[in-house]
């Protein structure tokens, strides 16, 4: 009842104004309808009689019309885009359309990253660029025994885990091959193509950086004994920064320790090392550190994960911390997702949803808590969207909490990867890919 009464006043408010517009009009009109008979009447000759006077009224309500009307003409426009926008983005879609199919062979060998609105596809043998249509763009041969791949902008850089090879690539293909000194145990690239490996040595552990043709730029030396074993390294966009997590002993305690430095001029005038500052952490260990853009880093801890703020020098910005278990971690270059075992399922019974995702932005603050009710196996976040797949079944929401994709496959689905478009998605299965465009029920094909 409050609201009906308070849109009735608005509304009310808005007739009487309306009222008086009319009046304002039916006397201009009057003046307007009038002006010659005035004009032609000689006891209104020496009355200063001004034709302008009512050519600027006219002249005045012609243009309150046209803006009227342009006004309306934005109106429909501005709805008829939230409309689409609402449609391609929010709407639950439950069917899909098959453009194209591919085979894969040997699938349970190979790992998959989100690469130009795409996907890059390697195993122990090589890499593959596919593009949104499910063609190879590229293809190079390598032999590694455990590759791990970093993608930033347009550069991929893959490492031989336990090994010593790093190959760079770009859009093109191949950029580069390099072999490091010592075993590799971590990589990460920058969007120039510079990339940062941990080197694992008999009695000094580094950190080097290297440009995107393999040439040494910087060198890093770590100690257990004094900094700590490095865990996690991570560049920022322009590969000026750099971001690590270390364990240390302290005493009869294994701590866990990050570390920032600054590669640009900033850097280079603090001191030899770099080092721009450090963070001692109690109770936590953090396994992952990443630069979700390129002045902020997410610290992401087994039981909390923080925020740093680095444009020159590192400062906390947020921290989260959680009871539950953390089983995995998302993010893009505004949010910050975790999703957590459930502990509501007891009271919620056996149909209770086993875990739960929780979206914050990069001030700490939550923006978006969702039920997962089944049991993933992979989880990819876009700049729009969170995707969940497991066995099966798929569930893709929107970072508003909407449900915008809820499928049940007739095959295993190992993973999907979104594409530059937002109804068009890659599918693998066991055996075969393939690239499909969300639909309702019902609706007709593209033409």
């Not at 009109?29 to 302008?52: A, C, H, I, R, T």
């Not at 109690?282 to 039981?303: M, R």
Request: proline share 2%; net charge negative.
């Amino acid at each position: 009842m409050y609201e009906s009464k308070k849109h009735k006043k608005r509304f009310n408010g808005m007739k009487k104004d309306s009222t008086e517009h009319s009046k304002d009009s039916i006397w201009k009109y009057f003046q307007v309808k009038n002006k010659v008979s005035l004009q032609e009447d000689p006891q209104y000759e020496d009355e200063g009689y001004n034709e302008d006077d009512y050519e600027t009224d006219e002249v005045v309500d012609k243009v309150d019309f046209s803006a009227l009307i342009r006004f309306l003409v934005m109106l429909l426009v501005v709805g008829g885009g939230a409309f689409i926008l609402f449609y391609f983005t929010q709407s639950n879609f439950n069917g899909y359309d098959v453009i194209e199919n591919t085979n894969v062979k040997n699938s349970s060998m190979l790992d998959y990253v989100a690469y130009r609105n795409s996907l890059l596809k390697y195993s122990k043998d090589g890499a593959t660029y596919v593009d949104e249509k499910g063609e190879a763009v590229w293809n190079e041969t390598f032999a590694m025994k455990m590759p791990s791949a970093d993608v930033c902008g347009d550069y991929v850089a893959i490492a031989d885990l336990n090994g010593n090879d790093v190959y760079v690539f770009d859009e093109q293909g191949k950029v580069s091959s390099t072999v490091m000194p010592y075993t590799i145990s971590d990589i990460a690239v920058a969007s120039q193509g510079e990339f940062a490996v941990i080197l694992e040595g008999d009695k000094v552990n580094y950190i080097n950086l290297y440009d995107k043709n393999g040439e040494q730029i910087s060198e890093i030396q770590t100690t257990i004994t004094q900094s700590g074993y490095p865990m996690d390294v991570d560049l920022s966009g322009d590969g000026e920064k750099l971001f690590s997590s270390y364990l240390y002993i302290d005493g009869a305690n294994i701590k866990n320790g990050l570390a920032a430095y600054n590669f640009g001029p900033v850097g280079v005038n603090e001191n030899a090392d770099r080092l721009m500052g450090g963070y001692q952490l109690d109770n936590t260990v953090v396994p992952k550190v990443e630069f979700i853009d390129n002045n902020t880093i997410c610290a992401f801890g087994d039981n909390q994960f923080i925020i740093y703020s680095m444009k020159e020098k590192p400062s906390e910005k947020a921290k989260i911390e959680f009871d539950e278990e953390i089983r995995s971690v998302v993010y893009n270059q505004q949010y910050v997702g975790v999703v957590k075992i459930n502990s509501d399922t007891e009271k919620e019974g056996d149909k209770a949803a086993p875990y739960v995702l929780e979206i914050y932005n990069t001030n700490g603050r939550n923006v978006m808590k969702q039920k997962i009710d089944f049991n993933y196996e992979n989880v990819r976040m876009t700049d729009k969207e969170i995707l969940f797949v497991g066995g099966n079944e798929c569930r893709i929401y929107t970072l508003k909490g909407g449900l915008k994709f809820s499928y049940t496959f007739t095959k295993n689905v190992v993973d999907m990867i979104p594409t530059g478009y937002s109804r068009r998605y890659i599918v693998l299965y066991d055996n075969e890919s393939e690239v499909i465009r969300l639909k309702h029920v019902g609706e007709k094909e593209d033409e």
